[in-house]
């Protein structure tokens, strides 16, 4: 089968049989974007998708000319192999897949950190492909006492994110011998999850590695970054719509924000809510400037993406970096977020509905 009406879209999420049964434009949290759309005269539907029902969404899919998705990657404990295959299959029959699963394997895992680490966004990172390896290299990065942020390489929710550092006194006795042993594997480590509600922890180095063991199976792998101090001066989200700044999202606390000084590390602050504001908001011009003018050009040059091939929706996370010569702020690329991003501005609404637009009729 392949798809033959023109001008009309579905609009990709997850839920079970009920919800696939009972959707309508309206009992979503996409609905602001299937007004926009109507209003630009653009059929939407929902494509309610599971994957033990994902032929019947196959089948929808090849009747559409667009087709937007919002899917994690790690889903109520399922991935997005099924789903993947079956939006290349969608894609290759002509339709319109965004984020099409090319670009998010580009993109849309925390590789993209390491790719770009040499970009005006980047800092110092480095990529673990087994256990091994991080075993033999991440004692080295460790030897300053200076704490280190492990990602694995995909995942979403803090999932698989831990900060971790060498215990006060393993630090203070590595930098007086000026780094030159190593911490071994019994070395205390202070360590901590990103997900929600975690806590700092002590363990030995070699117990952590354990852990992380599972991040590795099925060719996973783990990236490694420099924690940023100025964390607790919060996290800037840029919305983006292809290559436009379509939106900010600004968020005082987030994830592994330290625990107040001289207090016990449980008594850390958990995530406060992510305020919204339009891309016209002054106090983000520059980093709008850096975006669309020099990083955002500099990365599709790099990872071999044409501008229409980049996401109809997608955001950037960023972190400020340390000040610059001239005393001006950096910022430190935290993540970017191609496969579900929501909720989102008010005013990415009309740049997403543009967008798809321009697609079905251009």
């Given at each position: 089968m392949t798809h033959t009406n023109r001008g009309r879209v579905a609009l990709l999420y997850p839920g079970d049989v009920q919800a696939r049964r009972e959707a309508t434009t309206d009992n979503n949290r996409l609905s602001p974007i299937f007004r926009a759309l109507a209003e630009r005269g653009i059929t939407a539907d929902p494509a309610v998708y599971d994957d033990a029902f994902s032929d019947e969404v196959r089948q929808q899919l090849m009747l559409v000319d667009a087709v937007l998705v919002w899917v994690n990657p790690l889903q109520e404990g399922q991935g997005r192999s099924i789903l993947d295959a079956m939006l290349r299959e969608v894609a290759a029959a002509g339709v319109f897949v965004s984020t099409h699963p090319d670009i998010i394997q580009k993109i849309g895992t925390k590789d993209v950190l390491y790719q770009t680490r040499n970009m005006g966004w980047g800092c110092d990172t480095h990529r673990y492909l087994s256990l091994e390896q991080m075993g033999q290299e991440l004692p080295a990065q460790l030897a300053s006492g200076k704490a280190r942020v492990l990602k694995q390489y995909r995942g979403n929710g803090g999932d698989g994110v831990w900060k971790i550092q060498l215990a006060a006194k393993v630090s203070d006795k590595t930098s007086e011998k000026s780094g030159v042993d190593l911490p071994e594997s019994d070395a205390p480590v202070s360590v901590r999850h990103a997900k929600r509600g975690s806590v700092e922890e002590q363990m030995a180095l070699g117990a952590f590695l354990e852990r992380c063991e599972s991040y590795f199976e099925a060719e996973g792998h783990m990236i490694d970054q420099a924690y940023q101090e100025r964390l607790p001066e919060g996290m800037v989200r840029c919305y983006l719509v292809h290559d436009q700044v379509a939106g900010f999202g600004h968020q005082a606390i987030n994830a592994l924000y330290p625990a107040p000084s001289d207090t016990d590390p449980a008594d850390v602050p958990q995530p406060g809510p992510r305020l919204y504001y339009p891309p016209t908001l002054p106090a983000f011009q520059g980093l709008k400037h850096h975006l669309e003018q020099k990083w955002v050009p500099e990365m599709q040059q790099l990872l071999d993406i044409e501008t229409g091939r980049l996401p109809v929706l997608w955001d950037c996370d960023f972190l400020l970096g340390?000040?610059?010569?001239?005393?001006?702020?950096?910022?430190?690329?935290?993540?970017?977020?191609?496969?579900?991003?929501?909720?989102?501005?008010?005013?990415?609404?009309?740049?997403?509905?543009?967008?798809?637009?321009?697609?079905?009729?251009?």
């Amino acid at each position: 089968m392949t798809h033959t009406n023109r001008g009309r879209v579905a609009l990709l999420y997850p839920g079970d049989v009920q919800a696939r049964r009972e959707a309508t434009t309206d009992n979503n949290r996409l609905s602001p974007i299937f007004r926009a759309l109507a209003e630009r005269g653009i059929t939407a539907d929902p494509a309610v998708y599971d994957d033990a029902f994902s032929d019947e969404v196959r089948q929808q899919l090849m009747l559409v000319d667009a087709v937007l998705v919002w899917v994690n990657p790690l889903q109520e404990g399922q991935g997005r192999s099924i789903l993947d295959a079956m939006l290349r299959e969608v894609a290759a029959a002509g339709v319109f897949v965004s984020t099409h699963p090319d670009i998010i394997q580009k993109i849309g895992t925390k590789d993209v950190l390491y790719q770009t680490r040499n970009m005006g966004w980047g800092c110092d990172t480095h990529r673990y492909l087994s256990l091994e390896q991080m075993g033999q290299e991440l004692p080295a990065q460790l030897a300053s006492g200076k704490a280190r942020v492990l990602k694995q390489y995909r995942g979403n929710g803090g999932d698989g994110v831990w900060k971790i550092q060498l215990a006060a006194k393993v630090s203070d006795k590595t930098s007086e011998k000026s780094g030159v042993d190593l911490p071994e594997s019994d070395a205390p480590v202070s360590v901590r999850h990103a997900k929600r509600g975690s806590v700092e922890e002590q363990m030995a180095l070699g117990a952590f590695l354990e852990r992380c063991e599972s991040y590795f199976e099925a060719e996973g792998h783990m990236i490694d970054q420099a924690y940023q101090e100025r964390l607790p001066e919060g996290m800037v989200r840029c919305y983006l719509v292809h290559d436009q700044v379509a939106g900010f999202g600004h968020q005082a606390i987030n994830a592994l924000y330290p625990a107040p000084s001289d207090t016990d590390p449980a008594d850390v602050p958990q995530p406060g809510p992510r305020l919204y504001y339009p891309p016209t908001l002054p106090a983000f011009q520059g980093l709008k400037h850096h975006l669309e003018q020099k990083w955002v050009p500099e990365m599709q040059q790099l990872l071999d993406i044409e501008t229409g091939r980049l996401p109809v929706l997608w955001d950037c996370d960023f972190l400020l970096g340390p000040k610059d010569e001239r005393g001006e702020d950096t910022y430190v690329l935290c993540e970017i977020n191609v496969s579900s991003v929501a909720p989102f501005p008010d005013s990415v609404v009309p740049y997403v509905a543009d967008a798809t637009a321009a697609q079905v009729k251009g």
